[in-house]
């Protein structure tokens, strides 16, 4: 075999040992895309997560009318939390415990204070997230090596877009002079449709690339005890300044609608989005949300006997390392600006998905052309070879 025959032969096996590599990309970018929507999905399926209102003119009741009602529907539960979801036609995500010991997250309908379900265990949204995010594998000691797995993945993906911008030369013609032919076969169609989805979706590529490759590093960096966290040490309420009921027990705390003024007080425009209640009689209470700036919480923690505002972790408060690294993950999945935003993920996740298969096809079937090619050249040279040296005994015979 020639020199240039076994270079061929190399890169086709080079170019079939890629076909997992992208098959898998594959998968990744279909269940990301399916779990940017994987809350809506299960809405969808479960009557239980809905905020239905009684009436047109029902107002949302207040964090102390849901504890209230919580309260009288179940005297022994003991609320640990509340979170308001971004779109309103969700229920309230209350986080509860019971004398039993068991704690789970109920759904509270936000205008009526009903429990209308309890929250599975392990549902759609969390399966199509975990298969996504790690690949199922279990964390045992550390990240799981599924999440190493699946955020490698965004080096492939960064450096063909890289790659796809060298090659496609002039490639911002495309936003002015879009090209999709229909009707001159299947290698033209997907060999167009994979370049116009491409210019389409770079500051899309380009994001689910970044902040995967910041998935990486944050792994790595978990897992060899780096941290670039300026976060406080959590508060305590000293145990003298605890105030006591005549009974000795801790004092009545104050009231969720005070302590969430408080907070707005001290961060303007504040979005109260969810609340943690003291776990202790020596913890603080936490109130948080987004503000003017979406990508990132905000949180006071107070004193649940005075109203004091022990902390704040305010935007200002994050290094500009933390400011970067903290909004990788909403711009990852889209969790940030309600629904609209999130089918804006969901619609170019489909083109992204539809651009690794249709380079798929254009790829497989490109390989699969010239490997038999390479097996017809393969199989013609002995026959050549074969004949060459029949003819040459012929005639030294008839010499």
Same mark, same amino acid.
């Given at each position: 075999?020639?020199?240039?025959?076994r270079s061929?032969?190399?890169?086709?096996?080079?170019s079939?040992?890629?076909?997992?590599?992208?098959f898998?990309v594959?998968?990744?970018?279909?269940?990301g895309?399916?779990?940017?929507?994987?809350?809506?999905?299960?809405?969808?399926?479960n009557?239980?997560?809905? /905020?239905?209102?009684?009436?047109? #003119?029902?107002?949302? @009741? !207040?964090?102390?009318?849901? &504890?209230?009602? +919580?309260?009288?529907?179940?005297?022994?539960?003991?609320?640990?939390?509340?979170?308001?979801?971004d779109?309103?036609?969700?229920?309230?995500?209350?986080?509860?415990?019971y004398?039993?010991?068991?704690?789970?997250?109920?759904?509270?309908?936000?205008?009526?204070?009903?429990?209308?379900?309890t929250?599975?265990?392990?549902?759609?949204?969390?399966f199509t997230?975990?298969l996504h995010?790690?690949?199922?594998?279990?964390?045992?000691n550390?990240y799981?090596?599924?999440?190493y797995l699946?955020?490698?993945l965004?080096?492939?993906?960064?450096?063909?877009?890289?790659?796809?911008l060298?090659?496609?030369?002039?490639?911002?013609?495309?936003?002015?002079r879009?090209t999709?032919?229909?009707?001159?076969? /299947?290698?033209?169609?997907?060999? #167009?449709?994979?370049? @116009? !989805?491409?210019?389409?979706? &770079?500051?899309f +590529?380009?994001?689910?690339s970044v902040?995967?490759?910041?998935?990486?590093?944050?792994?790595?960096m978990?897992?060899?005890?780096?941290?670039?966290?300026?976060?406080?040490?959590?508060?305590?309420?000293p145990?003298?300044?605890?105030?006591?009921?005549?009974?000795g027990?801790p004092?009545?705390?104050?009231?969720?609608?005070?302590?969430?003024?408080?907070?707005?007080?001290?961060?303007?425009?504040l979005?109260?989005?969810?609340?943690?209640?003291?776990?202790?009689?020596y913890s603080?209470?936490?109130?948080?949300?987004?503000?003017?700036?979406?990508?990132?919480?905000?949180?006071?923690?107070?004193?649940?006997?005075?109203?004091?505002?022990?902390a704040?972790?305010?935007l200002?408060?994050?290094?500009?390392?933390?400011?970067?690294?903290?909004?990788?993950?909403? @711009?990852h999945?889209?969790?940030?600006?309600?629904?609209?935003?999130?089918?804006?993920?969901?619609?170019?996740?489909?083109?992204l998905?539809?651009m690794v298969?249709?380079?798929?096809l254009?790829?497989?079937?490109?390989?699969?052309?010239?490997?038999?090619?390479?097996?017809?050249?393969?199989t013609?040279?002995?026959?050549?070879?074969?004949?060459?040296?029949?003819?040459?005994?012929?005639?030294?015979?008839?010499?």
């Open positions: 075999m020639s020199k240039k025959s061929k032969l190399w890169f086709l096996v080079h079939w040992l890629a076909l997992p590599i992208w898998f594959l998968i990744v970018c279909v269940t895309t399916l779990a940017v929507v994987s809350q809506e999905i299960v809405w969808l399926a009557p239980q997560m809905r /905020a239905s209102q009684p009436s047109d #003119d029902a107002p949302l @009741l !207040s964090y102390d009318q849901i &504890i209230a009602a +919580i309260k009288k529907a179940e005297p022994n539960t003991l609320v640990e939390g509340i979170s308001r979801p779109e309103s036609h969700f229920a309230l995500d209350v986080s509860v415990s004398p039993d010991g068991r704690s789970v997250t109920v759904y509270v309908n936000p205008y009526s204070g009903v429990i209308q379900g929250a599975p265990q392990f549902n759609f949204q969390a997230r975990a995010g790690w690949w199922l594998v279990p964390f045992t550390g799981s090596w599924g999440w699946v955020s490698f965004s080096l492939p993906l960064l450096a063909s877009l890289v790659t796809g060298v090659v496609y030369k002039k490639f911002w013609k495309g936003f002015f879009p999709l032919r229909i009707r001159h076969g /299947a290698r033209i169609f997907w060999g #167009d449709f994979h370049r @116009l !989805s491409g210019i389409w979706s &770079i500051w +590529i380009a994001v689910i902040t995967s490759t910041w998935f990486l590093i944050e792994a790595f978990f897992d060899n005890q780096i941290s670039i966290s300026t976060a406080p040490v959590a508060l305590v309420v145990r003298e300044s605890v105030p006591l009921s005549a009974e027990s004092a009545p705390m104050i009231s969720l609608e005070t302590a969430i003024q408080e907070a707005k007080e001290r961060i303007p425009g979005d109260d989005s969810f609340v943690s209640l003291p776990a202790n009689a603080y209470l936490t109130v948080g949300g987004r503000s003017w700036y979406p990508l990132m919480f905000q949180t006071a923690d107070i004193n649940p006997y005075n109203g004091d505002i022990g704040t972790r305010l200002s408060d994050r290094s500009g390392l933390e400011l970067v690294t903290e909004s990788m993950r909403p @711009l999945t889209g969790d940030f600006g309600g629904l609209w935003i999130k089918l804006i993920w969901f619609f170019f996740g489909l083109i998905s539809m298969l249709s380079g798929l254009i790829w497989t079937k490109r390989t699969a052309l010239a490997t038999a090619n390479a097996l017809k050249r393969s013609k040279r002995p026959r050549n070879e074969t004949a060459a040296a029949t003819r040459g005994e012929t005639t030294e015979v008839s010499q």
